[in-house]
Nanobody, 117 residues
Framework: QVQLVESGGGLVQAGGSLRLSCAVS????????MGWYRQAPGKERELVAR???????YYVDSAKGRFTISRDNAKNTVDLQMNSLKPEDTAVYFC???????????WGQGTQVTVSS
């Protein structure tokens, strides 16, 4: 059973930083494209950043220049460094593993990020 466990959320003032981490177990981590999504109250879940098996990255426009996604295939972890946080970044952040039809798609339980103004 593949499990994703997020950590690192919390409360921070605007302009501050947080680092989210997602630990993956139960499968071959290097096979998956990993992503961070977020869902704010009353809004749909959206992709924030993604990193492929080859470490190619993608960021939503609002995250460019502020967030950095990285992966460590030896430790089976994917991190999201978030700098210059804004109140509009407040959301539950979810870790996601995309392995396609062959290896499946998995979600973590989410971690709350709250940015105060």
């Amino acid at each position: 059973q593949v499990q994703l466990v997020e950590s690192g959320g919390g409360l921070v003032q605007a302009g501050g930083s947080l680092r989210l981490s997602c630990a993956v177990s139960g499968s071959i981590f290097s096979l998956y494209t990993m992503g961070w999504y977020r869902q704010a109250p009353g809004k749909e879940r959206e992709l924030v950043a993604r990193i492929t098996r080859d470490s190619n990255t993608y960021y939503v426009d609002s995250a460019k220049g502020r967030f950095t996604i990285s992966r460590d295939n030896a430790k089976n972890t994917v991190d999201l460094q978030m700098n210059s946080l804004k109140p509009e970044d407040t959301a539950v952040y979810f870790c996601n593993a995309q392995g396609g039809v062959l290896f499946g798609v998995y979600w973590g339980q989410g971690t709350q990020v709250t940015v105060s103004s």
